[in-house]
């Protein structure tokens, strides 16, 4: 059996996020690929996803992924995981938000399981322009709401290892269980 992982990371976080939960996949081989690697093969047995949010959004290179191989995908088992940390904080209900937009762009393939796991956002690892950029989406989302304050968030990384590896055995579980192998 033949997994792959394809992921998108912009600082880092979900390719190790991506290597903690392919660790705990053993039925089978998985091989991990950025998808801007440009080595794409759609020759598998199952996909897993991973997707970070970046500034408010999934990032757009994932769901151009999705659109351009969903038709291969639809007929195989995907595993779909977002990197957010906001999942960390008191607003991790808006990443069920996220989740459910990746999912809308799978169809009409579904995820046998998705799940949001905690990330990681330091500021002081930021370039400028990123750094801008969640300035002005944190003060739009001051002005829309009085419970945020942006000025009491904590900007750390949150990446939960066991979290991940939890995932990458809920992976194997089902794998173990739908194709009858110990």
């Known amino acids: 059996m033949r997994g792959i992982l394809y992921y998108?990371?912009?600082?880092?976080?979900?390719?190790?996020?991506?290597r903690w939960?392919?660790?705990e996949v053993s039925v089978g081989k998985v091989e991990m690929r950025n998808i801007y690697d440009g080595i794409i093969?759609?020759?598998c047995?199952?996909?897993?996803?991973?997707?970070?949010i970046y500034i408010g959004?999934?990032?757009?290179?994932?769901?151009?992924?999705?659109?351009?191989?969903?038709?291969?995908?639809?007929?195989?088992?995907?595993?779909?995981?977002?990197?957010?940390?906001?999942?960390?904080?008191?607003?991790?209900?808006?990443?069920?938000?996220?989740l459910d937009l990746m999912e809308y762009y799978l169809k009409p393939?579904?995820?046998v399981l998705s799940v949001s796991l905690p990330g990681s956002l330091v500021l002081d690892n930021l370039t400028g322009r990123?750094?801008?950029?969640?300035?002005?989406?944190?003060?739009?989302?001051?002005?829309?709401?009085?419970?945020?304050q942006a000025k009491e968030i904590e900007f750390v990384d949150n990446t939960d290892e066991k979290e991940s590896r939890e995932f990458g055995k809920a992976i194997n579980n089902w794998l173990q269980h739908s194709y009858h192998m110990f």
């Not at 998108?8 to 991506?18: L, M, P, R, V």
């Not at 990123?130 to 945020?148: C, V």
Request: aromatic share 14%.
């Open 8 to 18: 998108d990371t912009k600082y880092g976080t979900t390719e190790k996020i991506s």
């Open 130 to 148: 990123d750094y801008n950029a969640l300035t002005r989406l944190l003060g739009r989302i001051d002005k829309l709401s009085d419970e945020f």
């Open 109 to 111: 393939a579904e995820p």
């Open 41 to 43: 093969d759609m020759d």
């Open 45 to 52: 047995d199952f996909y897993i996803l991973g997707c970070p």
């Open 21 to 23: 939960i392919s660790a």
């Open 57 to 98: 959004k999934p990032r757009t290179g994932m769901y151009q992924f999705i659109a351009e191989h969903k038709a291969h995908m639809k007929h195989t088992p995907i595993f779909l995981f977002i990197v957010s940390w906001a999942q960390s904080t008191q607003y991790h209900q808006e990443c069920n938000r996220f």
